[in-house]
């Protein structure tokens, strides 16, 4: 009879396991120190080996060369516990007696010695499913069983064990295994069986167990079931619904060119070709990541579970991009993956999503935008970031005079020559031009401004004959006055201060407004 390869290659000793290397390591060394608890809890994602951990670990505790860390796997202990036969190791499936009445047999049965091997063995998987009332029942049991009984709870939710039972246990929580890990098992296997499979193909099979052995190694049986003792990258991927490089890939395409149209047409394609637009949404997010994990840490980084090939050809997109816009680009394509698990439209979903993709790949951050206002030309956009809005020069504010009069041209002149707080003064001044004479009351800043030469210059040239300038204190220069106990060095520390260029950038991009304090910080 035909046996699945996740059975037929399924780790006989701790050598042979592939990852999980802290919960080897520890076993091995209780058994080596004869320091065997009576209590475990094997916590951690499907497919990992939790419950080929506990077979192994019965075997070394029961074969006749043990307690050894290393089961000879011929005695007839250690055949029959591989087999699943062995009357001293009982497996329990707990999703099916999980009730009060199925755990005080069992109590009933711990009092009984093995009847012919070392060590009786209850290996109880699904532990989670176990009721409180069982749990209750097999509490005094679980903290003081005889001798020669070891518990062994096998779960993939170790949060719902009740603390009272998980503190009279050791708990080892199982990791995901490595890509690399995973591929190199499946090309070993391979190998055994005879099958023909390039590194791509072994790729997306180790993808489609997302870190569990169990799920790639099932994917590889189905695999060879369909195609034969030769595996191609894009049979595969048909065969369990991925999606390729190039079909996620157009995404980012459609991205770059900030093209809507072409966004639509991929959910139209996806549609007419029959594809779960859940699925592709999740295909899609993983992709985002990756693009983003390429672009911050490269793209032969372990942290992205593809091929060579594959990784290489998304560090060349995600270099097209900057981390804000593939940080945005993740978020909202986790947003529609939640959205699309309860939408009744969701084509609608899918195609809203992304264009909120394209809408966010236009969003400039405020810093580039006030780092484009003002003098000065505005920041480029960061290659590959798709298009952003230009920025263009804050407007300056109006003198409140009419078009044409001597206010409005005083104004725009001063404007133009860079004296941006004389020209913002000119709002506050009282020109008569009659009498060829200008009062300005403003405050104490722009009459600082007033003291440079450059100002008598531009107004000589504007006017064509010599102005007669006073300054005059006002309401705003009553308010922006001083403290009359400021010392000397306060009024140098205000002048140096409001002579800066990106205070007086910033207070020609915000007319009007206002320093009423002067701070040191190193004071």
């Known amino acids: 009879m035909y046996q699945v390869i996740a059975r037929k290659y399924r780790p006989q000793t701790f050598a042979e396991l ?6 080897r390591t520890t076993l091995a060394n209780a058994i080596a120190q004869n320091r065997i608890a009576h209590g475990y809890i094997f916590s951690g994602q499907r497919g990992t080996g939790k419950t080929t951990v506990a077979r192994i670990l019965a075997r070394c505790l029961n074969c006749e060369n043990g307690p050894t860390g290393e089961p000879c796997t011929t005695c007839v202990a250690c055949r029959e516990i591989a087999g699943g036969g062995c009357v001293d190791v ?5 999703a099916s007696n999980r009730g009060i009445n199925e755990m005080r047999e069992l109590r009933e049965n711990v009092r009984y010695r093995p009847a012919r091997d070392r060590y009786k063995v209850f290996i109880i998987d699904e532990a989670h499913q176990i009721t409180s009332e069982a749990f209750n029942a097999l509490l005094k049991t679980l903290e003081e069983p005889p001798e020669w009984v070891v518990f062994m709870l096998c779960t993939t939710e170790a949060h719902k064990i009740p603390t009272t039972i998980s503190s009279r246990c050791q708990q080892f929580s199982f990791r995901s295994v490595e890509f690399g890990e ?6 070993w296997i391979c190998e055994q069986e005879g099958i023909k499979a390039d590194a791509e193909t072994l790729a997306v099979l180790a993808q489609a167990g997302d870190g569990s052995v169990r799920d790639s190694l099932s994917a590889l049986d189905q695999a060879i079931a369909c195609c034969g003792t030769e595996l191609k990258a894009a049979d595969v991927r048909g065969l369990l619904g991925l999606f390729s490089l190039d079909t996620l890939g157009e995404v980012a395409r459609a991205l770059l060119a900030a093209d809507s149209k072409q966004m639509l047409e991929i959910v139209q394609e996806l549609e007419r070709n029959g594809h779960n637009l859940q699925h592709f949404c999740r295909e899609l997010a993983r992709y985002v990541r990756n693009l983003m994990v390429a672009r911050i840490a490269g793209a032969d980084s372990r942290l992205i579970a593809a091929s060579e090939a594959e990784q290489e050809r998304m560090g060349e997109v995600a270099a097209k991009f900057s981390d804000a816009d593939l940080t945005r680009y993740l978020q909202i394509t986790l947003d529609l993956y939640r959205e699309l ?9 899918m195609e809203l999503g992304l264009l909120r993709l394209i809408h966010a790949g236009r969003i400039s951050s405020i810093e580039d935008l006030i780092a484009g206002l003002g003098p000065g030309p505005a920041p480029a956009p960061p290659e ?8 263009a020069p804050a407007a300056r504010s109006a003198s409140g005079g009419a078009p044409g009069s001597l206010k409005q041209r005083l104004h725009d002149g001063l404007a133009e020559a860079g004296l941006t707080f004389v020209a913002d003064a000119v709002e506050h001044a009282e020109v008569s031009e009659s009498a060829a004479q200008i009062t300005f009351t403003a405050p104490k800043e722009f009459h600082l401004a007033l003291k440079s030469g450059d100002l008598r210059r531009v107004l000589d040239k504007l006017l064509g004959r010599a102005v007669r300038i006073a300054v005059a204190a006002g309401e705003e220069a009553v308010e922006a006055k001083p403290a009359a106990s400021a010392a000397p060095e306060q009024d140098e520390l205000s002048r140096r201060a409001l002579e800066h260029p990106e205070v007086r950038r910033f207070q020609e991009m915000f007319p009007g407004s206002q320093v009423r304090t002067v701070r040191n910080l190193k004071q």
Do not use: C, F, T
């Open 18 to 23: 592939i990852g999980q290397e802290h919960v």
């Open 384 to 391: 590959g970031g798709g298009s952003r809005p230009k920025v």
């Open 341 to 349: 698990q309860y939408s009744l439209q969701p084509r609608l979903h």
């Open 90 to 94: 009982i497996e329990i499936d707990a």
């Open 182 to 187: 995973v591929v190199s098992r499946m090309n």
